[in-house]
Structure formats: C-alpha cells, structure tokens
C-alpha cells in the first residue's frame, strides 16, 4: 500500500491535478486496468445520470470540472479523492455524460438524457454545505450501483467477492484521504481534503456492496 500511495504522489504534480490527455485510438493492452469492480462503478454511475436525467446545475455541483478532479483555487468544490480506486471510474463517467451529445432520434426536442432529474430534496442537499453535498453523493452513489447489482442476478458467491472488493478499495481510498490530509500545512491536498470526514463515492460504493441479496 505504501508502494501505492509514493507512486501517486511523486508523479510531477499529479499531471496537473488529473487533466485528461488525449484520447487513445487503440484498444487497452491491458484491460485489466480497469477490473470488473472498477467497470461495475463506471456503469452504475453512467446508468445512473441517464436514467435519473441529471442536468443543469445538479450536474455541475457533481462534477464542477470536466477536466480534473478539482477546481483551482475553490476546495470547497472537490468532491473526489485524487486518485482514489472508486472516485476515478466515477469521475470518468461523470466526465463522459458531462460531454454527452443529443440523442439522434430526438432532433426535435434536442434531448440527451431519460430521467426527469433529481428530486427537490436532492438537489437542496446538493446545493448545500460541502459536507452535505457530499453525504447526498455517498446515497446517489450506493442507489445506482446498488440498482445495477440487483438487476445484474449474480451468485451469492459472486456478491460475496464484489463486496469484499468493493470494501478493499475504500479502505485504499480512506488511507489515500487520510495521507493527503497529514500533509504539511498549506500544501494543496491538505487544502483541498483538510475538512473531510471521509470519502463520499467511496462510502456509497462500499454500502451498495454490503445491501442483502
């Protein structure tokens, strides 16, 4: 785990806080980059924006930077742990529905989405402090993926193994959060992560995976 945590911070300075880069035209040699848990998270989430039709300001206080996991100069915006194994594959669906295009079939209404958008209660959470943004994307999270396992009729065995999956990259992120907040004073992750409890997709990601089944 150390291993870990030196390799993501000595990268000269995190390639500008997680900027994209461009765009590869060759399949992965290396699928596995990405594991079944890490998919199950991008899917869930990507399901998620579409069928609950998040748009508008809600998007944006869910994702405030396409571009990066933070916005310079306003912490108080940052909603993922930089890095973390569960907030990277939800900032990458996050950032492809950001960009998303209006569906073919609806030139004439210019939609791009399904749902009818977050309920009132949602959005005001959203709206709110940081720390209850932040506890309203921990619920938003473990609905959808708890939605997408439920749909997806898996073993118990195979449950199993996703819940403890699931809990093990939490408790990396956690120890990722919890680095970057014992950082020396004024370095800029102790700013941006200075008043976190703990991680909300993290959390959310963690709890759909312990639901019964």
Not at 105 to 134: M, V
Not at 148 to 165: C, F, G, P, V
Not at 178 to 207: L, M, N, V
Request: proline residues 7%.
């Amino acid at each position: 785990m150390h291993r870990f945590l030196l390799g993501i911070l000595s990268i000269p300075f995190l390639v500008s806080l997680g900027s994209a880069a461009e765009p590869s035209s060759e399949n992965p040699d290396r699928p596995s980059r990405y594991p079944f848990e890490q998919r199950l998270i991008f899917f869930s989430v990507l399901e998620g924006l579409y069928e609950t039709g998040v748009t508008g300001e809600a998007l944006e206080l869910l994702i405030p930077n396409p571009e990066g996991m933070w916005v310079e100069g306003k912490p108080e915006r940052t909603n993922f742990v930089y890095a973390c194994p569960i907030c990277t594959p939800a900032f990458d669906a996050l950032r492809l529905y950001h960009s998303r295009k209006t569906f073919y079939g609806q030139k004439a209404t210019h939609y791009n989405t399904f749902g009818p958008g977050l309920d009132d209660e949602t959005l005001s959470k959203l709206q709110d402090t940081p720390e209850i943004r932040r506890k309203a994307i921990r619920s938003l999270i473990e609905s959808w993926i708890s939605l997408r396992l439920e749909r997806m009729d898996l073993t118990e065995e195979k449950r199993s193994e996703i819940s403890e999956n699931l809990t093990e990259m939490k408790n990396k992120g956690e120890e990722l959060l919890q680095t970057f907040q014992e950082r020396e004073p004024g370095d800029i992750f102790t700013e941006h992560y200075k008043d976190w409890k703990s991680c909300p997709f993290c959390d959310g990601a963690a709890a759909a995976g312990n639901h019964p089944f």
